[in-house]
């Protein structure tokens, strides 16, 4: 069982930055794919980033491709999404979520993919 608490959210103006932490409890963080979703009012949870085990691959959404970077440290069993030039249209809830049984592959959107979800945070970009 692993549990995933995210913090890091807020408000901020379009253009600003934000880091997401997602601290993971167990000892086995090390082996899992991680990723961020995010969901706003009305809409389905989509994809946002995913980076498989030991960091070496990463894969992005194309609305947050060249803005967003995940990133982990598995010494501190915490993955991050650092998230720059924000846009009002990112404004949502985000996620992280663990994958335990892909750890390796990097293109996994679907939800359906993951095990373990945290209680998300919310991040608000006003114009």
């Known amino acids: 069982q692993v549990q995933l608490v995210e913090s890091g959210g807020g408000l901020v103006q379009a253009g600003g930055s934000l880091r997401l932490s997602c601290a993971a409890s167990g000892r086995t963080f090390s082996s899992y794919a991680m990723g961020w979703f995010r969901q706003a009012p009305g809409k389905e949870r989509e994809f946002v980033a995913r980076?498989?085990?030991?960091?070496?691959?990463?894969w992005y959404a194309d609305s947050v491709k060249g803005r967003f970077t995940i990133s982990r440290d598995n010494a501190k069993n915490t993955v991050y999404l650092q998230m720059n030039s924000l846009k009002p249209e990112d404004t949502a809830v985000y996620y992280c979520a663990a994958d335990s049984t892909y750890p390796s592959i990097v293109v996994l959107t679907t939800t359906g993919r993951y095990d373990y979800w945290g209680q998300g945070t919310q991040v608000t970009v006003s114009s």
């Open positions: 980076i498989t085990y030991n960091g070496g691959r990463t």
